[in-house]
């Protein structure tokens, strides 16, 4: 019985691959906002599958009327990912806040694109990548 357990638990393991992700935060006080970084990369058997990257900014009360200009400031930080297929930026802004979402599959996008924005070879394992961000300011877990 304990070597069928063991044999299934291979298998499953083997057909199922292992994942794992980065999942950095940054916050930066400005004099207009509070701006949250969000950072996660999901690996696949050792290889980058996707990347996330959120930013937020939460802007202090005399600065409200400025909430969209503020996202499309955060917005225009993306904007040579725009109009690429596959890549995916979101944004919205509201009351105080302004976030902008940027999702990178990379099975989905051509390698020619992604060699274009030096993303076609993301041999960067989870550790190193880890501690490259730590080494940044941000806090992994």
């Known amino acids: 019985m304990k070597k069928l357990t063991v044999v299934v638990i291979g298998v499953l393991l083997l057909t199922t691959g292992c994942t794992k992700k980065v999942h950095c935060t940054k916050e930066k006080k400005e004099k207009f906002a509070i701006i949250k970084e969000t950072f996660l990369v ?42 690429i297929k596959g890549i995916s930026i979101t944004s919205n802004s509201y009351d105080n806040i302004a976030k902008v979402h940027l999702y990178i599959p990379l099975n989905k996008v051509k390698k020619k694109e992604l060699e274009k924005l030096n993303l076609d070879n993301l041999g960067e394992t989870y550790s190193a990548l880890k501690k490259t961000m730590i080494e940044k300011g941000y806090q992994c877990n």
């Open 42 to 83: 999901n690996y696949k058997n050792n290889k980058v599958r996707d990347i996330q990257i959120d930013l937020q900014a939460d802007l202090k009360k005399n600065y409200d009327d400025y909430t969209e200009t503020i996202e499309k400031n955060l917005k225009s930080q993306f904007e040579k990912y725009e109009n």
